[in-house]
C-alpha cells in the first residue's frame, strides 16, 4: 500500500436527519458550541451566490494543482455529500471548473470545499451550488496524482474524516466531528434560544448591559469624568 495514493472506502457518515438539524444553525453559533478553536480559516470564501453548504464529508488530498483524485471523488459520491479537497492552498491551478461542476450537480453532490482555486467562477454563481475556495484562476489543473480519498484531511487546521459534517455559510466553513455532533447540536439549539431571548429583550429595551462596566472594572479602566 503506498502511503499518499490510496482510496479508503467511508466507514461512517453523519445521519441524514442530523444534517437536516445542522441546516438551519448559523455556523458561528455551531463554532461558539465547539468553543471557537475549529474553523477552516478566514481564506476559504464563498464563490456561490446565496444558500448553506451542509452534509457529509468525503475527502480529498491532492497534490497542489492536480486534481485525478477529485475526479474520482465526484464518480464516488452520493447524494447530498460535500467533497471537502485539502489543495495545499495553491493558488496557481484550479482544480475544477464549469465541466467538473456539471457533472458534480448531475451525481447529486451538495456542495464542495477547495483549499485551493476554481475557475469558470460566473458558472459556479450562475449555477449557486455551495462552494467555498481560496482563490480563483484561469489556469486549468493536471491529471496525474498521487493523492487520497476518505484520509484524513486537515484545512488550516481543522481535521475533517470522511463523514463529519460540513457546514458552511457566509461566515466560513466548519466541520463537526460524527461522534460529537449529537451533543454540539443539543449545544447549538441551547445557544439559539438564549438568543432569540437576548434580542426579543434588546427589542424591548430591557437588555442588561451592566457586565460591560463590570468587565471594565475587572480590567482596571479608569473612567475620567468630565
Known sequence: MTVGNRIFPRKQKISAELVEKFRVLPVANVSDCMS?????????????????????????KCRPGDNLMLHKAIDMAEPGDIIVVD????????????????????????????????????????VNLPTYAVGVTHRGPYKFGPGEINSTI????????????????????????????PGILQATLAKQDAEERQMEQIRQRTNDRSWVDKALAN????????
Open 36 to 60: 471557537r478553536l475549529y474553523a477552516g480559516g478566514t481564506k476559504l470564501r464563498p464563490m456561490h451566490t446565496d444558500g448553506v453548504l451542509v452534509g457529509p464529508a468525503i475527502t480529498v
Open 87 to 126: 489543495g495545499a492552498g495553491d493558488l496557481n491551478n484550479a482544480l475544477m471548473g464549469e465541466l467538473m461542476l456539471a457533472h458534480a450537480v448531475n451525481r447529486g453532490v451538495a456542495g464542495f470545499v477547495l483549499y485551493g482555486c476554481l475557475r469558470d467562477l460566473d458558472a459556479f454563481r450562475r
Open 154 to 181: 486537515s484545512i488550516d487546521g481543522m481535521i475533517i474524516e470522511a463523514g463529519d459534517l460540513v457546514l458552511g455559510d457566509a461566515d466560513g466553513v466548519l466541520s463537526v466531528p460524527v461522534a460529537e455532533a
Open 219 to 226: 480590567a482596571g479602566v479608569e473612567i475620567i469624568s468630565a
